[in-house]
């Protein structure tokens, strides 16, 4: 699941072992009004874009392509470097990333690039001067790159006009922004399900809040020791390095970083749990599927930020056979745009049949550890989505497959496979309808 399009946008984090993480994200907003110079034209022209992230390398890949340009890509300097020999390229953009420290760059990839071929390197942001001498370097872009400053930096290396704002004819003084509660305020999501990622980021960027996903615990500490957060929402269950541990070694940081304040989001709720979390250095815990009101309520309360009120009127819930209560979608339908809920909607659609399938998979082979992992992940993406018998089932199966009962599980996992087909187009119905 490697694309986020919930609004149209991209979110990116790419690591590097001893290096750190870089986190970036591109989004399409309205216009502003301002008289521009038209935008380059790049056709014709051939570029290589050398980027390790993958969403911000889509983004480089589609803003080139809308000015005209035939663009390859690379996603290190291996793979460029074939490029290179297969084809002769107007341009380059280079992720300042790949590049080894303990390499000069004329003798590393510098060597591969032709004498007279313009270059474009971006850098992460926070990072100092770029201590690259070489005459083909044009310009230097911080991430996440504008596509205004890419235009710029590109149209520049070919000698064509900017497209910088062109002068208003008047001040004009831009419209009030009305104060959103939790502006301000820095949440970092640390879950590996995409799903519950979108749900939680829609909910609190609504709310006012500015988000950071990550999708498992090395990458929840490394953000932490980057940039200042607010709080954490720690999901307990990640792959690499889980919740827990992630949380001990937030804690057994230096300075004021190490006490932001965490709270563990877990579908495990049994008795005694609550302990572990708290020994961990957790300082609350959410049950998942995690209610709307209760994670803004608790981002508030320890993110210090003013409480977020839901609507006054909401939907009542109106249970289909059984199936689905409406409630959570509506109060998510309500907390995004029509295009952003339609997508995440449908994302989830696409993500849940996968699982299903995966679970049927599965149950056939008696493979408990991948049926416990599944059904983990249902019980709080369905949940969120009110598919409230699906969820259901997620738990028994769950149970089932964890103390590796073989009867229980095929069982379960047979009544997934029915009731999810039901579920699904349960929610299409209610909030898909055909145009």
Request: aromatic share 4%; proline share 9%.
């Amino acid at each position: 699941r490697e694309t986020l399009e919930l609004m149209g946008g991209w979110i990116d984090v790419s690591s590097e072992p001893g290096r750190g993480s870089t986190f970036s994200f591109s989004v399409p907003l309205p216009r502003d009004g301002i008289p521009r110079a038209p935008a380059a034209d790049l056709t014709g022209r051939r570029l290589l874009v050398v980027e390790r992230g993958v969403f911000s390398r889509r983004m480089l890949e589609e803003t080139l392509r809308a000015l005209g340009a035939r663009v390859d890509s690379a996603a290190s300097l291996d793979e460029a470097a074939r490029m290179l020999r297969r084809a002769r390229h107007d341009a380059v953009l280079l992720d300042s990333g790949l590049c080894p420290a303990d390499v000069p760059f004329s003798e590393g990839f510098g060597a591969l690039l032709p004498p007279d071929t313009p270059l474009v390197l971006t850098v992460p942001i926070g990072v100092g001067p770029v201590p690259l001498d070489d005459p083909r370097l044009v310009q230097v872009l911080t991430k996440p790159v504008r596509g205004e400053d890419l235009t710029d930096s590109v149209a520049e290396a070919f000698g064509l006009p900017r497209t910088s704002p062109a002068p208003a004819l008047r001040p004009t003084a831009p419209p009030p922004t009305p104060a959103r509660r939790g502006q301000g305020q820095r949440v970092l999501v640390a879950e590996d399900n995409l799903i519950n990622q979108q749900v939680a980021a829609t909910m609190l960027e609504q709310a006012g809040y500015t988000v950071v996903l990550v999708a498992d615990g090395a990458e929840a500490v490394d953000a932490v020791t980057r940039v200042p957060f607010d709080l954490v929402l720690m999901d307990v269950q990640m792959p690499t390095v889980d919740g827990l541990e992630a949380t001990r070694r937030i804690r057994a940081l230096d300075g004021p970083r190490s006490r932001v304040p965490i709270v563990a989001l877990t579908a495990n709720a049994m008795s005694g749990m609550e302990q572990i979390y708290r020994d961990a250095g957790m300082d609350d815990y959410l049950t998942k599927p995690v209610d709307m009101e209760k994670l803004l309520a608790t981002t508030a309360r320890w993110a210090a930020a003013p409480r977020f009120d839901l609507p006054e009127q909401a939907p009542p819930p109106v249970p289909i056979s059984g199936l689905l209560d409406e409630l959570p979608l509506a109060r998510l339908g309500q907390s995004a745009t029509p295009e952003r809920f339609r997508s995440l909607v449908n994302l989830f659609l696409t993500d849940c049949e996968a699982r299903i399938e995966r679970i049927r998979l599965s149950a056939e082979r008696l493979d408990f550890d991948s049926l416990r992992q599944e059904a983990h992940d249902l019980i709080s993406t369905t949940g969120n989505f009110g598919l409230v018998r699906l969820s259901a089932l997620g738990r028994l199966l769950n149970e089932a497959a964890q103390n590796r009962e073989v009867t229980q599980s095929t069982q379960a996992a047979a009544e997934i496979v029915t009731t999810g087909t039901q579920s699904l187009q349960a929610v299409r119905d209610r909030f898909l309808p055909a145009p």
